[in-house]
């Protein structure tokens, strides 16, 4: 069947089916099939089908007469009938330079008309009386026309040729003999060679040739039904009966450059390209030498081309191209026309198809209702800052009191109400983005389709939007046809002015979300330029306003504040509300060490204890994020959201709640709101109270405070700070039994663990969506102090085997172990940026240590008297016989290896030595020897160094020396003989 496809819209194409049945896609996803068969038409049952090449919108479709669109197949007109062919049209070509000429064939016979298909010759003069089956023209000579034949006979008649429109015919059919020719094609190359489609194969010749020769590299011997030339990509493509569709280089130009695709920045469309458009020619050129040149020609309203009017063509990336300049822009009407040329390196130039396009009139296109007694319309319309409504029905507003504001970069959501809820309707909306006057398909942002009683749908504006006033186009529709905004449909359209801006600034800022009072704490706006700021801090009791950039809160009152930041830009106003977010203290109560500064024996371990340190107005905040959870139209599940409080220190006291959520409802008296504590408490926050109509609380907040003004009733949206309406509970949507309750207080026994707001619905036939909820939990830590210590480590019990580890961990009481001298302990309790600490300081005395030792070293060891040879009085004859040696003995923390304490001590030869360490504080260390000619050995574990004289014998076990190796202090092995 016969289609067709418009040179510079991919997206427009139109397809056939049997008997000249047409179907038009213009929305480029091969779904949105729209029938245009020409009301009355008959035809055969592959039916000719063709567009005007000098007019490619304008569409021909072939029966019994011909039938004629300039809209691509919209609407249709009949021209005339070639009645001398007796029957439907079976084969058709239309003139490349005069679109005046078309030769039509049934059968046998041939017609030709030279007025666009109104009036017919008849050109058989002499040409066989056997079935034509193709006919074409040459794209340079409308006068040369050539019709090929299907006869099995030996006939030689298989292809015929003229140069004079008909009245003379060739046969051209030479060696091709006895073959059934199907198809054939002329191309544009100077040569004018001629491609046949033949029941076996491709056969080609030059125009003056008198020979055939087989064209069919790698192509299966089988029948070409059809045959196409593309001029960019110089290749010819054939149809086959059974083998699928195959494509080669043209003859000869294999190696010239191929341009494979050829766009405009605007391709034409119904309503586009308008005038005023920029229009910029884009090629894909694929060369394996180097392009020297490669250029746009262009003309206006015939396809004549010159030197003159040419555009050079750079490469932008890869192997694509784009024209330096955009075409010239002329009046609405005119029809422009445009080729590429690519040359290579070998003089090889490749020229594109002649493509054309028409300008129209920049406007915007009708669109209307069409149901004058409003039947189906559209009641209200709300979209960013605009609400519309309710309306009476007109088939057609247009809207432009009140902007529609948007910025680029944002989300934005459009909901049309509907007159009738019929599950047929649609709602559509498009924003003409570029300002070109024209709703692209690109720009249709919501397309709700079969939607009921409204219509709704979110979008976000691209940063490539026109700034400035553009249009938004809204239709209610039924059944209609949505790839174009304009036409009349059963319905309503409205359109909007549209306001677009840059993005919205980014408003931020940086400081310390805690502080203590009268601490200089400096709050900094860090987000866009703007052109002015203003900040509101407030706790619902104390406010206070800045127009700096800087903000310091050293005067703030006691208390829990939100930040709004107002800022000013594009002569628009901007606001972030950042809830909760600054809390400002008491400073902690004063820290007092009750121990005094003593002397402390060596080797003790010290309790201290402090008072005082407690901390005030503690905060932790936890955020749902985005829930949008439908709320069940009167269901006593409702829906929640648990928000996980952990990590409060155990002895952390509760002193607020404060809960806040969104919620839009269609009747907001139904929203029932409840939070539920870690201890199975639950309490009423929001019970059945706000207008009755559609509503929505919006950042509203519910605190335990009891001093906030009770939760309004009357207006909507419902925003700001209230306390619980607990006391009016009785009859809630959701079963609590005996947990329920209405003191806050309740709640507060617990602080980790599952918080959990819940929503429900509690009357019928409305509905409602829970956005977002978040928990802020002020509470105080008493006696919130921590220790640190300098030469001592610290500890939570008398014995010193459990260590201290902050944070969270808040003991009173605390257990110091000194490693020095001149030990420092102190308690702190801190709070932002402001402390209140305390310390003590001990002074320990020095411990003269003794560690008697037994150890043999060899070298020196008897093993007859199992004793050690008196080798120091061999060396002096002064020392005492029984001296062995003189060793260094070196005492090692426990766990840094770091030496402590030295003392040289004299081994005896029976193996005994007694060395004495002065001011070693108590603990546990390694005993090290080391000595001449032998290799430093260490105990085999740390030993408690203290006031009493310690004994260590090497001998008893190998095990009690250590054989260990410690990169880190480059130690060696060591050994001593038993």
């Given at each position: 069947m016969e289609g067709i496809v418009l040179p510079l819209n991919p997206d427009y194409m139109i397809g056939s089916t049997q008997n000249g049945g047409r179907g038009r896609y213009v929305d480029g996803t091969g779904n949105g099939r729209t029938g245009i068969t020409p009301p009355g038409q008959t035809a055969s049952w592959v039916a000719p089908l063709f567009y005007?090449?000098?007019?490619?919108?304008?569409?021909?479709?072939?029966?019994?007469?011909?039938?004629?669109?300039?809209?691509?197949?919209?609407?249709?007109?009949?021209?005339?009938?070639?009645?001398t062919l007796g029957g439907d049209v079976d084969t058709a070509a239309i003139a490349e330079n005069n679109s005046n000429i078309m030769v039509l064939t049934n059968g046998s016979e041939i017609v030709r008309s030279d007025d666009g298909g109104n009036t017919f010759v008849n050109i058989k003069n002499g040409l066989p009386s056997n079935s034509i089956t193709d006919v074409a023209f040459d794209p340079t000579d409308d006068a040369t026309i050539i019709v090929t034949y299907d006869s099995y006979q030996n006939n030689g008649q298989k292809i015929y040729v003229t140069h004079n429109s008909g009245l003379t015919w060739q046969n051209i059919t030479y060696n091709l003999g006895n073959m059934p020719i199907y198809s054939v094609v002329i191309d544009h190359t100077n040569d004018s060679t001629i491609y046949a489609g033949a029941a076996i194969g491709i056969y080609k010749k030059t125009m003056e040739a008198t020979t055939w020769t087989l064209y069919n590299t790698d192509l299966p011997n089988v029948a070409i039904e059809d045959l196409e030339i593309s001029y960019g990509s110089n290749t010819i493509k054939a149809a086959t009966w059974g083998r699928g569709l195959w494509e080669y280089s043209l003859a000869n130009r294999n190696t010239f450059p191929a341009i494979v695709k050829t766009s405009i920045t605007h391709p034409p469309t119904f309503m586009t390209p308008k005038t005023g458009s920029q229009q910029f020619v884009t090629s894909v050129i694929e060369y394996t030498g180097t392009l020297t040149s490669v250029q746009v020609k262009w003309a206006v309203n015939t396809p004549t081309f010159n030197n003159i009017n040419v555009i050079p063509m750079s490469l932008v990336s890869g192997n694509t191209w784009r024209s330096n300049f955009a075409l010239p822009d002329f009046s609405a009407g005119t029809k422009v026309f445009f080729k590429v040329f690519a040359t290579g390196s070998n003089s090889d130039t490749t020229e594109t198809y002649k493509?054309?396009?028409?300008?129209?009139?920049?406007?915007?296109?009708?669109?209307?209702?069409?149901?004058?007694?409003?039947?189906?319309?559209?009641?209200?319309?709300?979209?960013?800052?605009?609400?519309?409504?309710?309306?009476?029905?007109?088939?057609?507003?247009?809207?432009?009191?009140?902007?529609?504001?948007?910025?680029?970069?944002?989300?934005?959501?459009?909901?049309?109400?509907?007159?009738?809820?019929?599950?047929?309707?649609?709602?559509?909306?498009?924003?003409?983005?570029?300002?070109?006057?024209?709703?692209?398909?690109?720009?249709?942002?919501?397309?709700?389709?079969?939607?009921?009683?409204?219509?709704?749908?979110?979008?976000?504006?691209?940063?490539?939007?026109?700034?400035?006033?553009?249009?938004?186009?809204?239709r209610l529709g039924y059944w209609g046809d949505y790839f174009e905004a304009c036409g009349t449909t059963l319905g309503e359209v409205e359109d909007y002015l549209v306001t677009i801006y840059p993005a919205k600034p980014t408003i931020t800022f940086s400081g310390n979300d805690t502080a203590c009072q009268s601490t200089s704490n400096e709050l900094t706006y860090t987000g866009t330029s703007v052109d002015s700021i203003s900040w509101v801090v407030t706790n619902g009791t104390n406010t206070y306003n800045f127009t700096s950039n800087i903000v310091n809160t050293a005067a703030f009152a006691v208390g829990t504040y939100t930040i709004t930041l107002n800022v000013v830009k594009y002569g628009l106003p901007f606001s972030a509300v950042f809830a909760n977010y600054l809390t400002i203290s008491d400073p902690p109560t004063n820290?007092?060490?009750?121990?005094?500064?003593?002397?402390?024996?060596?080797?003790?371990?010290?309790?201290?204890?402090?008072?005082?340190?407690?901390?005030?107005?503690?905060?932790?905040?936890?955020?749902?994020?985005?829930?949008?959870?439908?709320?069940?139209?009167?269901?006593?599940?409702?829906?929640?959201?648990?928000?996980?409080?952990?990590?409060?220190?155990?002895?952390?006291?509760?002193?607020?709640?404060?809960?806040?959520?969104?919620?839009n409802h269609a009747w907001l008296k139904d929203v029932e709101v409840v939070l539920g504590a870690p201890n199975g408490k639950y309490i009423a926050l929001a019970a059945d109270q706000g207008p009755n109509g559609v509503g929505a609380f919006v950042n509203t907040m519910i605190t335990s405070d009891n001093t906030a003004a009770a939760l309004s009733?009357?207006?909507?949206?419902?925003?700001?700070?209230?306390?619980?309406?607990?006391?009016?509970?009785?009859?809630?949507?959701?079963?609590?039994?005996?947990?329920?309750?209405?003191?806050?207080?309740?709640?507060?026994?617990?602080?980790?663990?599952?918080?959990?707001?819940?929503?429900?619905?509690?009357?019928?036939?409305?509905?409602?969506t829970f956005v977002d909820c978040s928990i802020t939990i002020t509470y105080t830590i008493p006696n919130a102090i921590t220790w640190s210590a300098t030469n001592a480590n610290l500890y939570t019990d008398p014995a010193g085997l459990v260590a201290y580890s902050p944070p969270g961990n808040y003991p009173t009481t605390i257990y110091a172990k000194p490693t020095g001298q001149s030990v420092v302990v102190t308690a702190t309790a801190s709070l932002g940026s402001c402390a209140k600490s305390d310390f003590v300081v001990y002074t320990v005395a020095p411990c003269m240590a003794m560690v008697n030792m037994k150890l043999h070293?060899?070298?020196?060891?008897?093993?007859?008297?199992?004793?050690?040879?008196?080798?120091?009085?061999?060396?002096?004859?002064?020392?005492?016989?029984?001296?062995?040696?003189?060793?260094?003995?070196?005492?090692?923390?426990?766990?840094?290896?770091?030496?402590?304490?030295?003392?040289?001590?004299?081994?005896?030869?029976?193996?005994?030595?007694?060395?004495v360490f002065n001011s070693v504080p108590g603990g546990s260390y390694y005993i090290v020897v080391k000595g001449r000619n032998m290799v430093q050995t260490w105990s085999a574990s740390p030993q408690v160094i203290g006031a009493t004289p310690l004994t260590y014998d090497f001998t008893t076990a190998a095990s009690k020396h250590m054989v260990r190796i410690c990169i880190q202090l480059q130690l060696e092995f060591g050994h001593l003989q038993r």
């Open positions: 005007d090449p000098n007019n490619q919108m304008t569409v021909y479709s072939l029966g019994t007469k011909v039938h004629k669109s300039t809209d691509f197949g919209t609407t249709w007109v009949d021209l005339g009938t070639p009645s493509f054309m396009y028409e300008l129209r009139l920049n406007e915007v296109c009708a669109a209307s209702g069409e149901n004058v007694s409003g039947a189906l319309s559209m009641t209200s319309f709300s979209c960013a800052n605009l609400t519309n409504g309710p309306t009476v029905y007109n088939a057609y507003t247009n809207y432009t009191t009140t902007p529609i504001v948007m910025h680029k970069g944002s989300t934005y959501t459009a909901t049309g109400i509907f007159n009738q809820g019929w599950g047929s309707n649609d709602f559509i909306v498009w924003i003409d983005f570029d300002n070109n006057n024209n709703f692209e398909i690109t720009e249709r942002v919501v397309l709700d389709l079969d939607t009921g009683g409204s219509g709704t749908g979110s979008f976000t504006i691209p940063d490539t939007a026109a700034e400035g006033n553009v249009r938004m186009r809204v820290v007092d060490i009750t121990n005094a500064n003593e002397n402390i024996a060596c080797g003790s371990i010290k309790m201290i204890s402090a008072t005082g340190g407690s901390i005030t107005g503690n905060t932790i905040t936890i955020n749902s994020g985005v829930l949008n959870l439908a709320l069940p139209d009167n269901s006593a599940v409702g829906v929640s959201k648990v928000l996980a409080v952990s990590g409060l220190p155990s002895t952390a006291i509760i002193t607020k709640v404060n809960v806040g959520f969104n919620i009733t009357l207006a909507t949206p419902i925003t700001g700070t209230y306390r619980a309406n607990a006391t009016i509970a009785s009859g809630l949507k959701g079963s609590f039994g005996t947990n329920l309750t209405s003191t806050f207080s309740d709640l507060f026994s617990v602080v980790n663990g599952n918080w959990t707001v819940l929503a429900f619905d509690d009357g019928v036939n409305d509905l409602g070293i060899e070298g020196y060891f008897d093993s007859v008297t199992d004793g050690m040879r008196s080798v120091k009085n061999n060396q002096d004859d002064i020392s005492p016989s029984d001296e062995v040696e003189d060793l260094t003995i070196e005492l090692r923390d426990s766990e840094t290896y770091t030496m402590v304490a030295s003392t040289v001590a004299t081994l005896h030869t029976d193996g005994t030595l007694n060395a």
